[in-house]
């Protein structure tokens, strides 16, 4: 399902019907049921994703989009700031989207005569099962319509892997993204498409953790349709399991992992290439959620590293299913306030990056003093010349002791 804008200045939904549109101000926005899932009005007073860039690496991103207005930096090519089939600009618009300023006048969404309906956007309450909410409330900034992120102050790196329409892409070429992202120095990396497993995609997957780099994998894909579980599947990425609006699971996880995090997304709305927008059925829209999320938490939290970002996340989230992690819900449903309230040591100096879930204690914590190596203290040449001398002195002061005793007894 898609909507098309006619231009900046209005907003066209193309679908086969929508009743009762004409009583929303902005029904884009009013769409958006993971503001109200996720608590964001209020999250956002406190962060916002600002100082964090997230990369995307799908098939690049429609920069021209208003709700993406600065929001998208530049990237390798020309293709990274192309789309050539929606994909990235859709995480993009659901990571970092800032919506659009109001036009007087502007046209609402008109009603198509033929037709299934969308759901309202008065139905479009919070899940249960995904976090305490407030009614949907369009935030207090300049731009209340259209898409907007989970992470609006975030900035999103485009790169484009999958060049061509509705295509998986190549390992190697996903190994390529990940590498460029990591040398423009990214906090987050977002990943929405599977592909097949190869060491060169390994071996760059573990040298982006290995440099404190967070990658947010989509763990689930749509109903009927197959996903390949790679690089979700590999040791230290995050996987993002898409729940529907009651809070469940419809589809579970392909790498069948107990790791991950349930968050929205299912029928999320999104940004569109050509300055539209676009409905996604789940899948893909999860990992760019999760990454939105984990921006949050790092611009709150700017000292932390990705283990501790994904601590909080983790220790936070509302348990489903069966009790503890499970193969279908993961660690639990995402609780976002929460995982901004709990309280983690800060670290004093650069951690390890590896994605544990506790924390190590600072060496400086220690209370027994380490242990110094003989060669370790100063020169230990001098100890060639020391070592022999108080040998000698020894003796002597021995063969003195005697000879004292000899001349007393005699």
Request: neutral net charge; contains cysteine.
């Amino acid at each position: 399902m898609k909507l098309l804008s006619a231009a900046v200045l209005g907003v066209a939904l193309v679908l086969n019907a929508v009743p009762a549109a004409a009583a929303e101000p902005d029904v884009v926005r009013g769409l958006q049921w993971q503001l109200a899932a996720l608590d964001l009005p209020t999250v956002h007073q406190r962060a916002d994703g600002s100082g964090i860039v997230v990369a995307v690496l799908d098939s690049g991103v429609d920069a021209t989009h208003p709700d993406l207005a600065g929001q998208v930096l530049a990237g390798p090519d020309a293709l990274a700031t192309t789309d050539v089939d929606g994909r990235g600009t859709e995480l993009a618009g659901l990571i970092a989207g800032r919506g659009h300023a109001v036009v007087t006048g502007e046209p609402l969404v008109p009603a198509s005569p033929s037709a299934s309906p969308l759901p309202s956007p008065s139905a479009s309450a919070a899940a249960p099962g995904l976090a305490p909410s407030l009614a949907p409330v369009p935030p207090a900034d300049d731009r209340p319509s259209g898409v907007r992120g989970v992470a609006p102050g975030a900035k999103i790196l485009p790169v484009a892997f999958a060049p061509a329409a509705g295509s998986a892409g190549e390992p190697d070429k996903l190994a390529d993204a990940i590498d460029y992202a990591v040398g423009r120095d990214v906090k987050i990396i977002c990943i929405g498409r599977g592909v097949a497993p190869s060491s060169r995609l390994q071996a760059s997957v573990d040298a982006a953790i290995a440099r404190g780099v967070l990658i947010v994998v989509a763990d689930s894909a749509k109903a009927g349709r197959p996903f390949t579980p790679w690089p979700v599947s590999y040791p230290g990425v995050l996987g993002a399991i898409a729940a529907d609006r009651t809070g469940s699971v419809p589809v579970p996880p392909v790498s069948g992992q107990t790791t991950g995090i349930t968050v929205p997304g299912v029928d999320l709305i999104s940004t569109d290439v050509g300055g539209g927008y676009h409905i996604d059925e789940g899948g893909a829209s999860a990992a760019a959620v999760l990454a939105g999320a984990a921006a949050v938490i790092w611009s709150a939290y700017p000292r932390s590293t990705a283990a501790q970002v994904v601590q909080r996340m983790r220790m936070t989230a509302l348990d489903r299913g069966a009790d503890g992690p499970d193969s279908r819900y993961g660690t639990g449903a995402l609780n976002l306030t929460a995982a901004l309230a709990v309280t983690l040591p800060e670290p004093s100096v650069s951690p390890s990056p590896a994605l544990a879930p506790s924390l190590a204690p600072s060496p400086a914590a220690s209370s027994s003093p380490k242990p110094v190596a003989l060669a370790d203290s100063g020169d230990w040449r001098r100890w060639l010349v020391i070592l022999p001398l108080l040998g000698f002195l020894a003796a002597l002061a021995l063969w003195a002791h005697r000879s004292t005793r000899r001349t007393r007894t005699s």
